[in-house]
């Protein structure tokens, strides 16, 4: 016979509050076409992508995040003091150690909450909000905030044809709490780590390392140098994300339906008890696939975020929540499957209520 008290939290959880931090600085498809041969048409059409936001100096991973944090928080109707974990998504957030989700608890007074960062890429807001539920309800924290946060222009290979239009910088929170009814449904998620290659940084941070031995090794290593993403002038290229577009293409509009679907059996709907659908912001043309393999009423309410905000991994999910709701397209208490899949590659998908 175990010794061991359980803890028992909330019957049920859901999310209380939502905001978003959106960089001021606008950058519309003309300013792309500087550095890759391609067209407005053509990005337009082919991702349904007409302006992305990218940071400043000062909107840096955890400036945006307290902004956003600030706003789910007040939506929410707590205090910050109230908060028992932060949980932040991202995979822009440069230093190894320590977890950036420290300093953002601290800035937005906390108190002492438990603080983690998580990488799951595109999934990741969803990875975090499971992670939320579950602590709610088993009582290690009351009110959780999850934030996906990204500065992917720092990410971007400006060169890069097939990437350089997709990527956007921003923060989303949600606060998530107890409740008496189920409100965030069963998660489907996993991964499919044999396709990790499909989306990937171009070299591991410790290439810089490589860099400087490589360069003073001299000629005999000249070859292996010469594979480094190098400039013109042989400077080493900052890490940036690459993928196979197609590959994950395909990936995205066959198998993420089919978890899309998972998601909402497993809530005990179908796609008649849905009033919103928010999947993942990374390409229109995948949105409209999902939408048509769903077989979606029109009454469904469609998150097309990424129009003017681009595909911004982690942060795109609670982004595209607090548009909708802020122009009023949604409206709080309505049902949404949310989606989201990227580099792993990762998924997950869940149907919670909109605060
Ligand atoms: C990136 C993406 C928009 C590219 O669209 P695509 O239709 O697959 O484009 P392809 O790479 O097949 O290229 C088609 C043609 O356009 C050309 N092309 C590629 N990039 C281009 C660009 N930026 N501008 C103009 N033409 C371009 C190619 O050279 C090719 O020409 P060809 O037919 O003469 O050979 C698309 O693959 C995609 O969205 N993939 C998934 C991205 C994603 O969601 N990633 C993140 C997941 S979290």
Known sequence: ?????????????????????????????????????????????????????????????????????????????????????????????????PAIATEIADRLGTAKAAAFD?????????????????????????YVLVIGVERLSDLTDLEDRATAFLFGDGAGAVVVGPSEEPHIGPTVWGSEGDKSATIKQTVPWDVFHTHARLRTDGEA????????????????KFPAITQEGQAVFRWAVFEMAKIAKEALEASGLTADDLDVFIPHQANERIIDSMVKTLKLPEHVTVARDVRTTGNTSAASIPLAMERLLATGEAKSGDTALVIGFGAGLVYAATVVTLP
């Open 1 to 97: 016979m175990s010794k061991i008290k359980a803890r028992k939290g909330a019957p049920y959880a859901r999310i209380l509050g939502v905001g978003g931090y959106r960089p001021v600085r606008v950058v519309p498809n003309e300013v792309i076409l500087e550095t890759i041969d391609s067209s407005d048409e053509w990005i337009r059409s082919r991702s349904g992508i007409e302006t992305r936001h990218w940071a400043n100096d000062e909107e840096t991973v955890a400036a945006m995040s307290v902004e956003a944090s600030g706003k789910a928080i007040a939506d929410a109707g707590i205090s910050a003091e109230q908060i028992g974990a932060v949980v932040v998504s991202t995979v822009s957030h440069f230093s190894q150690t």
């Open 221 to 236: 290593l000249a070859g292996e140098l010469s594979e480094l993403p190098l400039d013109s002038k042989g400077e080493l």
């Open 118 to 142: 998580i990488s799951a890429g595109c999934a990741g807001f969803g990875y975090g909000l499971t992670l939320a539920k579950g602590m709610v309800v088993e009582g290690s924290a009351e």
